[in-house]
């Protein structure tokens, strides 16, 4: 509901801080698997960071998200995010719960020696890929939503290089390794592209992105 | 396309910090420097990991005698060296995976344990440093520097540090264990050594402190206590610095203010000082060298625990803050080897405040007493390390040095050390005064929740490192 277009862009798609970046180049190098690792460690250390450092950014602004601020999950006018309760029902949360529950249930995961094995002798489960893919979707909602509500705020404080970067290369790790399901970033495929969809297809054209 | 006219959407914004919390900003600070410090080691990771492997590949494809099965097993081996060492990242380390077995020594900023890590019953040692006490001192870019060539260092003469990790009160380092104890201790023990066997502990010396200076990096704090003994009686370097280098009060502004109180007080002319000093010399020849060891070993492990330190062994440019460069560490190295000598380092006295006094007025109180019988050669070589900079021996003159004449530099360390300690066990610590040492309760449960201010000071302090023995964890 804003009187002109050119407002309602988004902060994060104008110049400049669209081309914002932390990390210049393309993310290739710290993103493909090293030869002869296995892709599982690889995998799970680099989620492990992604939790950190997503955890780390929205700390900063968490004082901002509030039920009041975020009554939603929301990552565009046409982009809400539903949680799935205890009983398998589909639930409207405002955003700072939902935050804390996916923050909550990764750590989770990240300490549970079955789930994220350290020990030696350990091995990872068989339901690991799928854990990964659940926890890369949430991860990635979690961004979607400080985009679409918190973005000003990272501009307040001057971390738009950096949360750029950190996103940028999440994004390109989720393509590599299949975990980035389209319709998350996009919404539903009837409405036009919207909020971080946008953005993909922004760093995708100055190639920070892989097609 | 990129035009100098700024594009269509470019916006405006107005940045201020109005309306969030005092902490946002000092979080969002803290958050922006860990993220920078996070993909400079993921770089670095990155360009350090493909060197390995492509030079592993090219070693496997110029050896014409192995099978190529074999080969092929060198790299799944390699791959699973790499694979530990992700895993290793994710691996949180904390005090409860350790198991105290002894404190067997003291620092100014906290102590060193004998632990056993739990699951693996590996033997380390463990130094605690409490933050509120470096950040007190200053000791910042210090830690930095100094745990960094700990951590890069592959050098047989540095000790090791395999993990450090940190809770808000204090940062851990687990280092290799050495149980010979320290040269300290050892010459407590001795009192004097011969000069065959000092020609072993000095000749290994100057080349673990080239390996210092090879790494970029003066020593500024070689001292008796900081040179340690591994299990074959061969000697490394204490993780110089962590606490050593500059901590305690060893700047020079403390000295400079305690040398200005002093002068307040009395305000003697340098003529005055100086005659004063040869007075107390010409008491000191009364006495003699053996009375002068029995007091000077009564007081020494006192002074190696006390945060004032011993200044002992500083060279004195680096008093007189006149800039000084990795010679100091020749000056060092002379003052431990007339201890080894003699039985007491050759400007001690009663006070930190005398001591220092002389050293700065070497020329005056470099005295070998009358009772104790030097080699012509030993004598020399004191002399031209405990000397002006400009003056002091420099590496190679000092290798060759008639002092070390028929040492072998390139085999040293593979040759049989003089004393070897005798272990029954790997927890043996007999080497270390133990029962002087306050065998506290289970250490350090935490301490207050740090501020974001104390957090960054202590920035990117948690290391693993990658070598064989990190699959130790
Ligand atoms: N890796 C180690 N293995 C065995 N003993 C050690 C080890 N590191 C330190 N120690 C013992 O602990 C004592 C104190 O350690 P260290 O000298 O490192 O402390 P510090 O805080 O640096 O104090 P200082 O700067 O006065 O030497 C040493 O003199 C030595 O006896």
Known sequence: PTPTSQVSKPLYLCSPFVEAALVKGNFKTIVMLPKYVDIMEWVAVNIFDFFQNLNMFYGVISECCTQQSCPSMSAGPTLNYTWINQDRKSVQLPAPTYIDYVMTWVQNLLDDENSFPTKSGHDFPASFPSTIKHVYRQLLRVFAHIYHAHYPQILHLRSEPHFNSLFAHFLAFGREYELLDMKDIRGSSNSPTVGIGALWERWKEMGILEG | ?473
């Open chain 2, 1 to 473: 396309s990129k035009t100098a006219a700024k594009p269509a959407d470019y916006v405006y914004f107005d940045r201020t910090s109005a309306g969030f919390s005092d902490e946002a900003v000092p979080r969002a600070k803290a958050a922006q420097l860990k993220l920078e410090h996070y993909y400079k080691v993921a770089v670095d990771a990155a360009i350090e990991r493909n060197t390995r492997r492509v030079e592993l590949e090219r070693r496997l494809q110029s050896d014409s005698v192995m099978t190529d099965e074999r080969k092929q097993r060198q790299l799944v081996q390699h791959g699973k060296k790499e694979s530990t060492f992700l895993r290793l990242r994710r691996t949180k380390l904390g005090l409860e995976d350790f198991r105290t077995v002894k404190v067997i020594g003291k620092g100014a900023f906290g102590e060193v344990r004998l632990v056993q890590k739990t699951d693996t019953g590996k033997i380390y040692a463990m130094k605690t440093l409490k933050k509120e006490e470096m950040l007190k001192k200053d000791q910042l870019a210090h830690v930095r520097a100094e745990r960094d060539v700990l951590a890069e260092s592959n050098s047989p003469w540095v000790v090791q540090l395999f993990y450090s990790f940190q809770d808000p009160a204090y940062l851990y380092l687990i280092m290799e264990f050495l149980p010979g104890g320290d040269l300290m201790t050892m010459l407590i023990k001795y009192d004097t050594f011969s000069e065959d066997v000092s020609r072993f502990y000095m000749a290994e010396c100057v080349l673990a402190i080239e390996a210092v200076h090879n790494l970029g990096f003066i020593h500024r704090d070689i001292k008796p206590d900081n040179i340690l003994i591994d299990k074959d009686g061969h000697i490394k370097l204490s993780d110089f610095g962590l606490s050593t280098g500059f901590h305690k009060n060893h700047d020079s502004n403390y000295y400079q203010r305690l040398l200005e109180q002093a002068n307040g007080a009395t305000a003697p002319t340098p003529a005055q000082a100086a005659r004063n000093s040869v007075m107390v010399n010409s008491i000191n020849l009364t006495m003699t060298s053996k009375d002068q060891i029995a007091t000077w070993k009564a007081n020494r492990r006192k002074l190696a625990y006390s945060t004032v330190g011993t200044p002992d062994y500083i060279a004195p440019e680096i008093f007189l803050q006149q800039g000084y460069g990795n010679e100091c560490d020749w000056w060092s190295l002379g003052a431990i080897m007339f201890e080894c000598l003699v039985g007491y380092p050759p400007f001690c006295s009663e006070t930190t405040h005398e001591t220092y006094q002389k050293i700065v007025h070497w020329q005056y109180h470099l005295v070998i007493p009358e009772d104790v019988h030097l080699s012509r050669e030993a004598e020399d070589l004191v002399k031209r390390l405990i000397t002006s900079a400009d003056r002091r021996l420099k590496i190679d003159q000092i290798k060759a040095h008639p002092f070390f004449y028929g040492v072998d530099w390139e085999a040293i360390r593979q040759i049989d050390a003089p004393f070897v300690p005798r272990l029954r066990s790997i927890t043996d610590t007999s080497y270390f005064p133990t029962d002087e040492l306050e065998q506290g309760p289970e250490e350090p449960a935490g301490g207050d929740a740090s501020d974001a201010n104390k957090d960054l000071a202590f920035l990117g302090y948690t290391f693993k490192r990658f070598t064989i023995s990190s699959q130790a964890f």
